[in-house]
């Protein structure tokens, strides 16, 4: 039978903390990304390289797209939402390689331990993914209206916005527990469906299967990264509606 496990496996202990083989995973994922842009960055040349040609394509076609969310606020956001696009899309594809949770070794008692298992398959990886999102969320709020941000979740001038503000506290934590959980449950599925096909029938059957996953894993950070986006266009835009009201209403009265 396949090894499945909900939970990441502890490899090893380093300094009292247990290291898992999602952890390993992503401590790979994150040191070939960081060498991957040096390599590709410390020669920019005015006539690109093929190498340099592709990047750039897809970094402009990620700006381009993602500055249809965010408009005026592209150059703010866009270093955050390709980050975690490019991570997380890399993450899910390396779970996919061969020998990601089928090379490891076997603990005492006869347990598997597979040396590594996709990064996003493990709900530690994912919380903390949107634990970024969310704290950068809150970071753009206050940073771009300042206190002002804060009446969005408490409003004491009338009954209804304070009641509205909790409903929008509760909605920012619950943001946390509904990325997290879409990118764990759609990247550990299609492992498992992977896994599985692998066991049945080894060898042409589970191709279409991959080539099915290199998407999911696509649309995947995808929804992140776009949804990150969304929600940070919001935070800073809370009030400028409200504001602009205001200043036209004034105008207005003064005329």
Do not use: C
């Not at 990047?55 to 703010?76: A, P």
């Amino acid at each position: 039978m396949p090894h499945i496990s909900l939970a990441a496996e502890k490899v090893f202990i380093l300094w009292g903390l247990p290291i898992s083989n999602a952890l390993i995973t992503s401590w790979l994922v994150a040191i070939f990304l960081m060498v991957f842009s040096y390599v590709i960055t410390r020669k920019l040349t005015l006539i690109p390289t093929s190498a340099q040609l592709i990047v750039e394509s897809i970094i402009g076609g990620l700006y381009d797209f993602f500055k249809t969310i965010t408009g005026k606020y592209i150059n703010q956001f866009f270093p955050l939402i390709a980050s975690l696009f490019i991570f997380i899309i890399t993450a899910n594809w390396a779970g996919l390689l061969p020998g990601v949770g089928t090379v490891g070794f076997f603990h005492e008692g006869g347990e598997f331990i597979p040396l590594l298992r996709g990064a996003t398959a493990d709900l530690n990886t994912t919380v903390a993914l949107a634990l970024v999102s969310v704290v950068a969320i809150q970071y753009f709020g206050f940073t771009t209206m300042g206190l002002r941000y804060s009446s969005r979740f408490l409003n004491f001038s009338n009954p209804i916005y304070f009641v509205l503000g909790l409903l929008e506290l509760v909605s920012e934590i619950s943001k946390i527990i509904s990325f997290a959980f879409r990118l764990f449950g759609n990247i550990f599925a299609g492992e498992v469906l992977l896994a599985v096909m692998a066991f049945l029938m080894p060898f042409i059957v589970p191709l279409p299967f991959l080539m099915m996953e290199l998407f999911v894993g696509f649309i995947q950070a995808l929804v992140f990264s776009m949804l990150t986006a969304v929600f940070l266009q919001v935070a800073v835009s809370h009030g400028e509606g409200e504001h602009a009201l205001r200043i036209k209403g004034g105008d207005l009265t003064h005329e």
